[in-house]
């Protein structure tokens, strides 16, 4: 599904729709064994309407784009095809990481970093949040040994970047999580030169409240023929 410019010249695409009477479980929309009963355990029973449209074109390694709300349950629908698409845990080398995803607060590091460290624990996954006010020291010491993936605010990303102690060579997958509210506090430049510094060859996948045109800019230049879907204000659970 490609995205196409609009009279206004802003992306639009097909929104994806799932039939409301016909809920599909994890397992049917693609994800491995070791997730679903790591769902279960966790007392998941069944995909948000964002879960059930994301996880099908993410797990298949396509870009996407998706608008939604907090609460919508975003946080599993690109985590979950993340871990799956990791290859084998812990086998990283130095300062490298195959996922990072980018979150506008410390607050929103600590806790997706938690979710996806949760969602993955039986597979052996490791997980890393940086962000300012931590001592840099300490995260030297875990990025050496390589981490399966960082959560990460953009400026201290970019940092690590910077000193080469975070390098995306390995990298997969990048998620910008939040991102018009990325933009709002001022972290367009380090978005851009973040996404600059990965392959070529990985999947970006994008995540926004909003779809204002700036934003709307960086997903031309960074994204590859993305699916998108929207899930309306009134599907928030």
Known sequence: MSLRSGAEGVLQAPTVTIPSETIPTFEQLGLGPDLVEALGALGYE???PIQRAALPPLIAGKDLL???ATGTGK???FSLPLLQRLGVPGKREPFSTSALVLVPTREL???VAEAIH???QKLGVSVLPLYGGQPIGQQLRVLKRGVDVVVATPGRALDHLKRQSLLLDTLRTVVLDEADEML???FAEDLEAILEATPEERQTVLFSATMPRRLDALARRHLRDPARITI?????Q
């Open 46 to 48: 069944e995909p948000t």
């Open 66 to 68: 998706g608008i939604a």
């Open 75 to 77: 946080t599993a629908a």
């Open 109 to 111: 590091a600590m806790q």
């Open 118 to 120: 949760r969602y993955g």
């Open 184 to 186: 709002d506090m001022g």
């Open 232 to 236: 309306a204000k009134e599907q928030v």
